[in-house]
């Protein structure tokens, strides 16, 4: 990487952290990035809290909204498959995402992995979202070795509930929930969303359009004081379409016809976890499984109907343990069993459980595998005095496919006065193969015919992960710098096997070796009760060790600056002027893109706990044409109402 850019990328984030010098601010509370809750100054990894107060003033509508100014993490959306989300260039695989601790049930092929799941979680439910960046399989396994996004949603609390509507360019939305409050030993809630999202196109291909349907039922039975039992259930249905127009097919070159996607995919969620606590422990058991199912319909007027149906089944069980072996010993350890199913009509005839599966009088090859994987970790943080914190942990994973996996990590905080902190990490990560990488058979008719084979030959990735950062935490102000160093083995790679009578066919290899390094820094200023002002960078290189070539689908440079204004009267009006860059965005077609998008927001406290939101998104109507790949919709509006008792 050129030294000289990865320099001058850094100035600007050592210019904001410098400008945030000021008198010592309280602390949040972290959870993901050590399994218990601990202050985030003493915390060694990089980690962004985001609660309902950051993304109400931004108008955010789904979790990806909320993420968008978060350093370090690309969820840029990503036109016809859906958003990306990747952790410093580490791709959608390799960021681990959680809801309450748990994995769901997912599409796993390298081009799906993840980009739909931010917008498959009910938003009204959120009570807080961390944001942990760097190699974290020592705690979580695989998945995390780009670090997680964790979504934490609230929990049955006092009686009442809430009602709201939205209405704008992207959606029409009603939603709603009650809790019950009390009932002896038992607290419930209700949370209810239904969503119609709108059709737009840009490029010549449409967004995903359709209803959303979301269904929650949360509770917790409390034995006594220090045991409880929480349990929920939770159903999702999205009916969705997408148009693509002849000359363009996203990602796949062009095509002289023109065609329409029907989607319709379910998923049930039940989970049930056992906590309980005394003067040293502090431990829980979960048990929870989920299922997702799809169902697709292609219709192209040359290649005539195709269709895939598939079933994504997971089921986990968890023991975890808080012990508190001395005023200087925090011991955090426990044990995972999991157990994920995969079966569809694009593994045909790959695996076992062989049938055929019938649509519409067509008959497509349906065949289905598991793999089961247990692992084992302990943590401990270890106050050494002089303001110094020791976090080093280990895990022992083995996985079905290739056996077992050794995850180290260290982590060292040291606090030089309470308002600046030094702190460093290094850390082992790693990906297994997907079911679907493994034993793929998949022919897809999409203006011409794809194969792609799984092989179940291929070896987890491997990373080596290094940061070191600077952090000030000060009255009105706090802010961080991290300079981060991942080197990453055996990625898995789509490998063209070339073109035979009319199909393009693919194979999955691990065929590369990769090397991501940069900056990140992040930012706040509160210059009085009504103004403040909030940044973020990124300074990115991700590059292929082996040709030097950069890595598609980041940016080089990004950043955000988010200015807000709130008035002193009884029922405040916030208002909020954001906009985000990005700089060489390179993207899968191999061309660098440029460009900024600027939003204006206001909130209006209407009184009787009613609140009236107003907002504008990409202000300037930024576009690209039919031959950029790049899913951004021009100017969007949105207007909302949402009432509390």
Request: glycine letters at 12%; hydrophobic letters at 30%; proline letters at 3%.
């Amino acid at each position: 990487m050129n030294q000289r850019k990865l320099l001058w990328g850094g100035i600007p984030a050592l210019v904001l952290l410098a400008c945030t010098a000021a008198q010592a601010a309280p602390q949040e509370i972290v959870i993901t990035a050590t399994r218990n809750a601990t202050g985030e100054d003493r915390v060694p990894a990089g980690v962004t809290v985001l609660t309902p107060r950051d993304w109400e003033k931004t108008g955010a509508l789904t979790v990806r909204d909320a993420l968008e100014r978060v350093p370090g993490l690309n969820v840029t959306e990503a036109g016809m498959t859906g958003n990306k989300v990747s952790l410093r260039g580490m791709g959608s695989g390799s960021t681990l995402i959680l809801v309450d601790g748990r994995r769901l049930a997912s599409e796993d092929s390298p081009q799906t992995r993840n980009v739909y799941e931010l917008n498959r979680i009910n938003l009204d439910r959120v009570q807080r979202i961390e944001v942990v960046r760097g190699a974290a399989s020592a705690l979580y396994g695989s998945d995390a070795m780009g670090g997680v996004i964790q979504i934490f949603t609230r929990k049955p609390g006092r009686e009442g509930g809430y009602a709201g509507t939205r209405i704008g360019t992207r959606e029409k939305t009603v939603y709603g929930g009650v809790s019950t409050g009390k009932i002896g030993k038992l607290d419930l809630q209700l949370d209810a969303r239904l969503q119609d999202l709108r059709k737009m196109t840009n490029g010549g291909y449409s967004s995903f359009y359709g209803p959303r349907r979301f269904l929650d039922v949360t509770g917790t039975y409390r034995f006594d004081s220090s045991r409880s039992l929480e349990f929920g259930a939770s159903y999702l249905r999205e009916q969705l379409r997408q148009d693509t127009a002849a000359g363009r097919l996203p990602m796949h070159g062009y095509s002289p016809v023109a065609s329409r996607e029907w989607n319709d995919n379910n998923r049930q969620d039940y989970h049930l976890r056992y906590s309980a606590s005394d003067a040293r422990n502090d431990y829980s058991l979960l048990l929870y499984t989920n299922r997702l199912g799809k169902e697709s319909h292609t219709a192209t007027p040359l290649l005539g109907r195709d269709f895939d149906h598939s079933q994504y089944q997971t089921w986990g069980a968890e023991f975890k343990n808080t012990y508190t072996a001395s005023d200087r010993h925090t011991l955090t350890y426990g044990a995972e069993y999991r157990k994920e199913k995969a079966g569809g009509t694009r593994m045909g005839r790959g695996t076992g459980n062989y049938r055929l599966e019938w649509s519409g009088g067509t008959a497509k090859p349906w065949s289905s595998a598991q793999v089961e994987t247990g692992g084992a970790y302990l943590q401990d943080e270890w106050d050494l005095g002089g303001n110094l914190y020791f976090v080093p942990g280990l895990r022992y994973d083995h996985y079905q496919s290739f056996g077992g996996r050794w995850s180290p990590k260290a982590g060292l905080t040291w606090k030089l006065t309470p308002g600046l902190s030094v702190k460093t990490n290094y850390g082992w990560g790693y990906r297994a193969p997907t079911i679907f990488e493994l034993y793929a058979r998949m022919e897809r008719a999409m203006g011409m015919v794809y194969e792609v084979d799984g092989n179940p030959d291929l070896r987890p990735e491997k990373s080596r992960d290094f940061d070191l950062a600077v952090e000030m935490q000060r009255g009105k102000a706090d802010g961080s710098v991290r300079y981060f160093h991942n080197r990453i083995d055996d990625m898995i790679r789509t490998h063209l096997l070339g073109f035979d009578r009319g199909r393009l066919r693919y194979r999955y290899d691990n065929i590369d070796k990769a090397e991501t390094q940069g900056v990140e820094a992040e930012g706040k200023y509160a210059f009085d009760r009504h103004w403040t002002l909030g940044a973020g960078y990124t300074y990115l290189d991700a590059r292929n060790r082996q040709d030097h070539s950069r890595l598609t689908g980041d940016a080089r440079s990004t950043g955000s600056v988010e200015l807000s204004w709130k008035d002193s009267t009884a029922h405040p009006w916030t208002l909020t002027l954001d906009n985000r860059w990005y700089k060489d965005y390179l993207n899968d077609d191999g061309r660098n893109y440029t460009y900024s998008l600027t939003g204006f927001h206001a909130v209006k406290d209407l009184g009787h706990r009613t609140t009236l939101q107003l907002g504008v998104e990409n202000l300037f109507d930024k576009k690209f044409g039919p031959e950029d790949l790049m899913g951004i919709y021009g100017r969007t509006w949105q207007a909302g109402v949402e009432m509390k008792w």
